[in-house]
């Protein structure tokens, strides 16, 4: 994966392609890393379980976060991303069909970066996308990652 990668948190099959042929549409040519569930988000994000071998030294340079997920609901997953050293500082996009005030609120105050709701019209959802890419992978800049410590 020479470009940086984009971690997709997204269960529902109609959704997940959706967003990779909005990707595709706007020459976003960063690797797009499929996860169905909070679960595996969290196996991929730390390698454990099926992920267990994934190189740890490559982060994704934004996550895409469902909220209405299987075994482990979007909230309790940026929870866990935002108590992690390791994760605590990714940037994390929850992008979900939720309209719901009270989720918006719950996504920033456990740490999230944006809340987008998801469009239903194809070429509206393509723009978002494509708005999206440009930021989150060519205009934002990420904090520096974190060094180990150097014995004295």
Request: hydrophobic share 45%.
């Amino acid at each position: 994966m020479s470009q940086p990668i984009i971690l997709l948190v997204e269960d529902n099959a109609d959704d997940e392609l959706l967003t990779v042929r909005a990707f595709a549409k706007s020459n976003v040519a960063n690797d797009v890393v499929v996860v169905r569930d909070g679960v595996e988000a969290l196996d991929w994000l730390f390698a454990t379980g099926d992920h267990a071998t994934r190189d740890t030294s490559i982060d994704p340079q934004v996550i895409l976060l469902d909220l209405k997920l299987p075994r482990l609901d979007g909230l309790e997953v940026l929870r866990r991303i935002r108590a992690d050293a390791r994760t605590a500082l990714l940037p994390v996009v929850i992008m979900t069909s939720s309209s719901e005030d009270d989720d918006v609120v719950k996504s920033y105050t456990l740490g999230a970066n944006s809340y987008i709701r998801k469009p239903v019209e194809f070429d509206r959802f393509a723009e978002v996308v494509k708005n999206l890419g440009l930021y989150w992978l060519v205009l934002n800049q990420r904090p520096p990652q974190p060094r180990p410590a150097v014995a004295p």
